[in-house]
């Protein structure tokens, strides 16, 4: 279970200061938690702050157990991955070298059969395995992301935070990430958690769902619970009818 | 005579090499060098300065093991100051530290030349003679000094050369595979100085070298990692500097104008290198 204890973080950005918080919630273990809300709620601030990828300004993050402030990055690093939107890629680097860096958190970069074994897994469960051996820069925005995926997967984490992971991906390769991301969930048991921008996706795939405005968490819980048109119009400040669709239910928000 | 000369290019070399695929790494851009963090504008003032208040016995004081170490530690001094001043706390950023080193490199030189300008026509050419990094610089006297902060410094570089690959990889995924990456610039960056500043007390600022050959080895390497650039890196800088010599002493008989040369190719292959990318 990830602890979210009172989390304040303040910034400045080209429009004034930013107040996120204070953030009170827990994410369950197990399946997959859509953090949903418009922009500027905070939710990719909150998932890099889990994250450690941006400090906290009060607060504590506690990811199973150990609080993310006081744990030693390099012991995180087998419990918790995390991927931003955008990432730097260098150019000469293959596919299966940049999914081997996940292994680093065990092998210090000194690849063990073990590590490779993990690395061809990671490989095959995103369907990369006909491209691992091509340059990240001879591949397509989603063929990319779908690399760094497999490297957070490779990292072998109980914990895979992913911001928007479905950014730049069409409509075809949304669904087969989501897919391949509740089968991560589901069959190798982790807990995932994403960011998401469209409410379907999280209703259809996501077991768990987190709504934010205003950098404030304004309603958390079961899909079910989340996915009604009076709770989703005050989350997005605009109007939401929840219909019952043929997989599940659909807001109609146009 | 020779071999002294030999050895000297091979510790420039390696120096240069190193340091700039280093840097390059750390700071995530391939077109920038660490001679832009004010290393040759320091030993430029130091020199002018010499000469400005001795005159031209400045440049004999300059000379001697002594003195050698103590600018090899004042440029060493001087980047920690920099770096640690600018890459901790709350607004670190690797951006802020090169602008500063940018600027400060500016405002040394502008004293540097001022000093320039009051020197007598006699005291400035010998001064100018210091200022062209050059292999005939380098006294053997200095290189039991040199050797060994060059060996320590690039051992501890290559010791970390499969962290480098990651750093490569950006702040991001460094944090996520439990990589330090604040602690781990901080220290590279150190040891680059220590590489830069032996290689710039002994022969004098070679601003396009580094570069020049940091783009070829990224270009014969066709590789990422790391324990493969750094020694490809070395070898490629000596090949360099010896073939350069090699064909200014004996095809064209002109001594002394190396450095230029190399300057010249350097500074053209970072303006093709800008053009065709287009960006920096």
């Known amino acids: 279970m990830i602890t979210i204890d009172r989390v304040r973080k303040e910034y400045r950005s080209a429009t004034g200061t930013v107040q996120i918080g204070p953030v009170t919630t827990d994410i369950p273990s197990g399946g997959v938690t859509a953090l949903v809300g418009p922009n500027g709620a905070g939710k990719s601030t909150l998932l890099t702050m889990v994250g450690r990828l941006l400090g906290i300004d009060e607060g504590a993050i506690e990811v199973a157990g150990y609080d993310i402030a006081s744990t030693a990055s390099k012991d995180l690093a087998k419990i918790l991955s995390v991927l931003r939107q955008e990432n730097h890629f260098i150019t000469r680097l293959t596919v299966r070298q940049l999914v081997g860096f996940g292994r680093f958190p065990y092998s210090k970069g000194r690849l063990t059969r073990l590590d490779e074994q993990k690395i061809s897994e990671a490989i095959d469960f995103l369907n990369l395995d006909e491209l691992e051996d091509r340059y990240l820069d001879q591949l397509s925005g989603g063929q990319r992301q779908r690399a760094y995926v497999a490297m957070v997967l490779a990292q072998d984490t109980e914990y895979v935070l992913l911001d928007e992971p479905l950014n730049n991906l069409d409509m075809r390769h949304s669904v087969q990430m989501m897919g391949r991301l509740r089968d991560a969930a589901r069959e190798l048991g982790r807990t995932v958690v994403v960011v998401l921008h469209d409410i379907n996706f999280a209703a259809h795939y996501a077991d768990h769902i987190i709504a934010m405005k205003e950098g404030a968490v304004v309603e958390a819980g079961p899909v079910a619970r989340i996915m009604d048109g009076e709770v989703l119009t005050r989350v997005f400040d605009t109007p939401v009818q929840v219909v019952e669709g043929p997989t599940g239910p659909l807001a109609v928000y146009y | ?280």
């Not at chain 2, 190396?258 to 093709?272: A, M, P």
């Open chain 2, 1 to 280: 005579m020779r071999v002294t000369s030999l050895v000297v290019m091979a510790v420039v070399a390696i120096c240069q090499a190193v340091a700039t695929i280093t840097f390059q790494t750390v700071t995530n851009n391939r077109i920038i060098t660490p001679s832009i963090m004010g290393f040759e504008s320091l030993y430029t003032v130091i020199q002018t300065a010499a000469v400005y208040t001795l005159g031209v016995a400045g440049v004999v004081a300059l000379q001697g093991p002594g003195q050698f170490l103590a600018q090899v530690a004042a440029m060493v001094g001087l980047s920690v100051l920099l770096y640690g001043w600018l890459l901790r706390g709350r607004y670190a950023n690797i951006q802020v530290m090169l602008l500063v080193g940018i600027i400060m490199g500016g405002g040394l030189g502008a004293v540097s030349t001022f000093m320039q300008r009051l020197l007598s026509p006699s005291e400035f050419d010998v001064l100018s003679a210091r200022l062209f990094g050059s292999v005939t610089n380098a006294s053997a006297e200095y290189l039991p000094f040199a050797i060994p902060l060059v060996i320590v410094a690039t051992t501890l570089i290559w010791l970390n050369a499969r962290t480098l690959n990651v750093i490569a990889m950006g702040r991001d995924v460094c944090i996520n595979v439990g990589v330090d990456h604040g602690r781990q610039t901080i220290y590279s960056l150190v040891l680059v100085s220590v590489l830069m500043a032996v290689s710039t007390a002994l022969v004098g600022p070679m601003t396009f070298f580094g570069f020049l050959v940091a783009t070829l080895t990224y270009q014969l390497a066709g590789t990422h990692d790391h324990r493969r650039l750094l020694p490809l890196g070395a070898l490629t800088g000596f090949v360099v500097l010896a073939g350069a010599y090699f064909v200014m002493n004996h095809v064209f008989y002109a001594q002394g104008v190396v450095s230029i040369i190399i300057e010249l190719v350097g500074g053209t292959v970072f303006l093709v290198v800008i053009m065709r990318k287009g960006r920096l």
